[in-house]
């Protein structure tokens, strides 16, 4: 192999060519990597010999196999040698290719640019240690007893945390509009489920009364043609129920879950709240070590990453809005920016959290930090054991850029938690001070 580079600021592009002795044993890489999925008459699935396996398999998918074999494992080789560290999956482009004999290809990455790191040894960054009161494990003993609520049906007039059944139609300037009908319909009343004034509407209400809502619905609404329209809801109550929430008790405990006695469930959920508040707390730390840290380092940001993030994150933006049933004028419109301001601020967030990202693949490399094969292998497994039913992503799980995505994801929370190891033995509040009696007081009599 033979490979020249030319460095930017920020990226580098390199020049290589393969010939003929660089093939053979990427070729041979290949076809154990093809046998894996090919039958071969009188042999088990990958243990046919290569000149066997090369007779059934595609010249076209085996020349490819290999030119991908030859540039991976020609890419951390390069980079190296260079003393350089890419910070962006390598683009390749293949100039010319005659498989078995030659390649010629550019391979250009961002690099990590000039970092000056600040001190992440002794960040002035305060841990803020989780408190669970017991009010906390009181209150979601209440919405588990909730939970088991019963309806009992009662005939009286209908009051805030009843169930109700009813029939409603809503209509805009005398017509119904998709989405504004339905027949014995359940609603707990006070749940928020409906628009303001809908829930209260009904309270004072008695079984067989029809009535008339006059809503008006809220300008934000995710319907651009119901956002603040004045419409009337013809409501049919049918019945009122009354909800009868079960004691707290030992019997609770047992129905909700493997629990013999009251005690044991209070002892549970105290335990899930204090790891779910430690898990926020350290999540809250990490974001405020590293905010401090990129406060005081400095970097730049290769404009391809940029873009790239704002792009994902612009992508993202409108996925959310569809799933809510928005579109970006009407988001424009309820955060009063227009779509140049809006996509500056956009983009200076992606820059952050480029310049973030920079600053953390530094410090994984100045704290020696790494995920071996192994461990990237094993929560590759792990992931497809998660998505053993979603045929897409397993699919996805296959891909080599997946992959080193997860493996740099892994880095990154290792980076992450040294920092919290270095940083949090010392990031704790000080505590507070007693005040002292002074002195003179009287004592109690005996």
Same mark, same amino acid.
């Given at each position: ?69 030859m ?16 910070? !962006? ?77 009813i ?23 006070? !749940? ?12 004072g ?16 609404y ?69 905010k ?27 996925r ?46 100045e ?12 929560q ?58 002074? !002195?003179g ?6």
């Open positions: 192999m033979k490979s020249s580079s030319k460095k930017l600021s920020t990226s580098v592009e390199f020049t290589v060519e393969f010939d003929q002795k660089d093939f053979e044993p990427a070729r041979l890489k290949a076809l154990e990597r093809l046998a894996r999925n090919i039958k071969v008459p009188g042999f088990r699935n990958g243990k046919a010999p290569a000149n066997v396996v090369e007779q059934h398999v595609d010249p076209n998918d085996l020349a490819s196999q290999t030119l991908d074999i540039v991976r494992r020609a890419i951390p080789k390069l980079f190296e040698a260079e003393g350089l560290m890419p910070i !962006s999956i390598p683009h390749v482009d293949v100039l010319k290719y005659v498989p078995g004999e030659m390649a010629e290809l550019t391979i250009t990455a961002d690099i990590m640019p000039e970092v000056k790191l600040g001190d992440y040894k002794n960040v002035k960054v305060v841990y803020d240690e989780p408190e669970i009161a017991d009010e906390d494990v009181e209150d979601v003993l209440h919405r588990i007893a909730e939970s088991y609520a019963e309806p009992k049906v009662v005939k009286r007039a209908a009051k805030k945390g009843d169930e109700v059944i029939d409603f139609k809503g209509k805009k300037d005398g017509k119904t509009f998709d989405g504004g009908s339905a027949k014995d319909y359940h609603l707990r009343l006070g !749940s928020g489920q409906f628009i303001p004034g809908f829930e209260d509407g009904i309270i209400h008695e079984v067989g009364e029809k009535f008339d809502l006059d809503i008006t619905f809220p300008k934000d995710a319907s651009e043609e119901l956002a603040g329209a004045k419409t009337v809801f013809e409501i049919l109550l049918k019945q009122v129920s009354e909800l009868e929430t079960p004691k707290i008790d030992d019997d609770l405990a047992k129905k909700s879950g493997a629990f013999e006695t009251l005690g044991e469930l209070r002892e549970d959920i105290k335990k899930n709240l204090i790891s779910r508040a430690n898990y926020e707390a350290d999540e809250k730390y990490k974001d405020a070590l590293l401090e840290i990129v406060a005081h380092s400095k970097t730049e940001a290769p404009e391809s990453l940029v873009q790239e993030q704002f792009e994902s994150m612009k992508e993202d933006t409108f959310n809005l569809r799933a809510h049933g928005m579109d970006i004028d009407q988001y424009l419109e309820q955060i009063k920016q227009t779509q140049e301001e809006w996509e500056k601020d956009l983009r200076e967030v992606a820059r952050d959290r480029v310049i973030g990202s920079i600053i953390v693949q530094r410090l994984a490399e704290m020696n930090i790494d995920v071996s094969e192994e461990e990237a292998a094993q590759v497994a792990e992931m497809r054991a998660v998505y053993k039913n979603d045929p897409k992503a397993l699919e996805q799980l296959k891909n080599p850029d997946v992959a080193m995505g997860i493996r740099n994801r892994m880095r990154i929370d290792k980076t992450m938690n040294k920092l919290v190891e270095i940083n949090k033995p010392h990031a704790k509040k000080p505590a507070k001070k007693k005040i002292a009696k002074k !002195s007081s009287k004592k109690a009599k005996k």
